[in-house]
């Protein structure tokens, strides 16, 4: 990974008794997008403003390109910011909007002029410099917000919820686009959202908060296959959590018994497990293997297998759901999932299944 051009060292905010941040450490790479991302209340918000310069924090320090900037302004910290309301002047034409902040750095006019038409022409608009932001879609203002924060090219651009207010649609072509920018610009990227799915999609790295901490920090990957906590299993993405107790260990992958019993076999990448140890045994629902037969014995191949009451379907669309409740006392009801296909589901309500995994698709989790 490239050198850091943001580091992040024990910083903190409080307001009053209210933690909204603990002391946080962070470093983030030249070039890289990073998604902050969280719950209601987990501080991804209050970190992004530390960042920007809108609060000041209590204690910790940050470092921009090597600079102390912890209490500097805004200006001084070679950013630029995007905002989920656009933040366009409405009396100003899309060009003028552009050019404010060169205009702000005293660039003169014909590089102005130039590199306003060089950020229309990178987010795909050239064609609407003299129109007002409000003969403008809503993705249209967005880009244009885009275009008006790159023009002077800042190492670090930070973005809350840009795409909060666009439809379902709108919002993945916009994805595309930001992350179209984000290879051709090279600028280092720290992005808000709640969004588990934009985030997956969009990021270098996700930095998962929760309660004013980071609760995990990596890849999308990382995150989805290897979570660290119940907390990041259960926020990212849909997944069963079983209850389950291991029995063995061989390296990374344990021996379980999920409520005495089915059993089989996991991976467990938290070297504090130990026999006898409570765990929660997470299986994706398209890692589940649906069986039209109760009977789906563990064999070499499976991680472990369990049977089932089908109480649901659903289907949204590229996927369908089944909705299962395990015959095993106080277990909690599961999901499976699988591609849709044309010919609909052969299963029927009120059927028993057969439900197996492979040990590489099941975590156990501490917890």
């Given amino acids: 990974m490239s050198a850091s051009n943001l580091q992040i060292a024990g910083l903190s905010k409080r307001y009053g008794d209210f933690v ?7 470093d983030v790479a030249e070039g890289e ?12 918000t209050t970190l992004l403003s530390l960042i920007a310069g809108l609060a000041l924090p209590d204690e910790g320090q940050i470092r921009i390109n090597g600079v102390d900037v912890t209490y ?6 070679d ?67 885009l275009a008006r924060c790159m023009v002077y090219r800042p190492s670090i651009i930070l973005m809350d919820e840009p795409l909060g207010a666009l439809d379902k ?32 999609t969009m990021s270098d790295r996700i ?3 929760n309660a004013g901490s980071i609760a995990q920090l990596g890849t999308p990957a990382d995150l989805y296959f290897r979570p660290n906590s119940v907390f990041v299993a259960d926020f990212l993405g849909e997944s069963n959590l079983l209850d389950a107790v291991v029995t063995g260990r061989a390296g990374d992958q344990v021996q379980i ?9 996991a991976m467990a990448y938290d070297p504090v497990i130990a026999n006898g140890k409570p765990v929660k045994l997470m299986l994706r629902p398209q890692n589940l293997r649906v069986h039209d ?9 499976n991680g472990g297998s369990l049977s089932a009451k089908l109480t649901d379907i659903m289907v949204t669309g590229s996927m369908t759901k089944l909705y299962l409740e395990p015959h095993t006392a106080n277990a909690a009801p599961l999901v499976a999932a699988f591609p849709t296909n044309r010919f609909g589901s052969q299963y029927e309500v009120g059927q028993t299944l057969g439900l197996s995994w492979l040990a590489a698709d099941a975590v156990a989790i501490a917890g």
């Fill in 169 to 200: 649609k709108l919002r993945d072509h916009m994805q595309l686009e930001i992350k179209r920018i984000h290879r051709e610009l090279g600028t280092t990227i720290v992005y808000v959202t709640h969004d588990q799915e934009e985030a997956m």
């Fill in 207 to 209: 930095c998962l908060m």
């Fill in 72 to 77: 500097g302004a805004p200006y001084e910290r």
């Fill in 293 to 301: 037969s109760a009977s789906a014995d563990s064999d070499s191949s």
């Fill in 20 to 26: 909204a941040l603990a002391p946080t450490s962070l």
């Fill in 257 to 265: 018994s999920v409520q005495g019993v089915a059993k089989g076999e």
């Fill in 33 to 44: 997008f990073l998604t902050l991302l969280g719950p209601s209340g987990s501080g991804k």
């Fill in 79 to 145: 950013i630029g910011m995007v905002f989920q309301n656009y933040a366009l002047f409405p009396h100003m034409t899309v060009a003028q909007n552009i050019a404010f902040p060169l205009q702000m750095r005293k660039t003169d006019a014909k590089a102005t002029q130039d590199k306003v038409m060089q950020a229309l022409e990178m987010v795909h608009l050239p064609h609407v410099a003299q129109r007002y932001p409000r003969e403008l879609s809503g993705g249209q203002q967005q880009r244009i917000a």
